[in-house]
């Protein structure tokens, strides 16, 4: 079992700047490919940002390239989302995912954090 806890989320203006932590333990953290989704209200969960396990590579979503930024840090056992220039479009619950595939962490990881809110006021 992989226990996953989002941290960061907020209130913020369109145009702003928040960075989310999700910190992982119960297994060998660099075995696991991480992602970021996000579930807007209405809508179906989707795929942001994807990190293999050792850092080299990355996935995002055509919406978010230029502004969000996924990284790691495997000596903390912790994947961060490095969100610039917000728009009000991308509040959400944003979700960290763990799977020790790299495609399944940016499809259907097997492991889920319970989510932390960002809303992005205009």
């Known amino acids: 079992q992989v226990q996953l806890v989002e941290s960061g989320g907020g209130l913020v203006q369109a145009g702003d700047s928040l960075s989310l932590s999700c910190a992982a333990s119960g297994r060998t953290f660099s075995n696991y490919a991480m992602g970021w989704f996000r579930q807007a209200p209405g809508k179906e969960r989707e795929f942001v940002a994807a990190?293999?396990?050792?850092?080299?590579?990355?996935r995002y979503l055509d919406t978010v390239k230029g502004r969000f930024t996924i990284s790691r840090d495997n000596a903390k056992n912790t994947v961060y989302l490095q969100m610039n220039s917000l728009e009000p479009e991308d509040t959400a619950v944003y979700y960290c995912?763990?799977?020790?595939?790299?495609?399944?962490?940016?499809?259907?990881?097997?492991?889920w954090g319970q989510g932390t809110q960002v809303t992005v006021s205009s």
């Open positions: 990190i293999s396990g050792s850092g080299s590579s990355t």
């Open positions: 995912g763990a799977s020790q595939s790299f495609v399944r962490a940016y499809t259907s990881p097997a492991y």
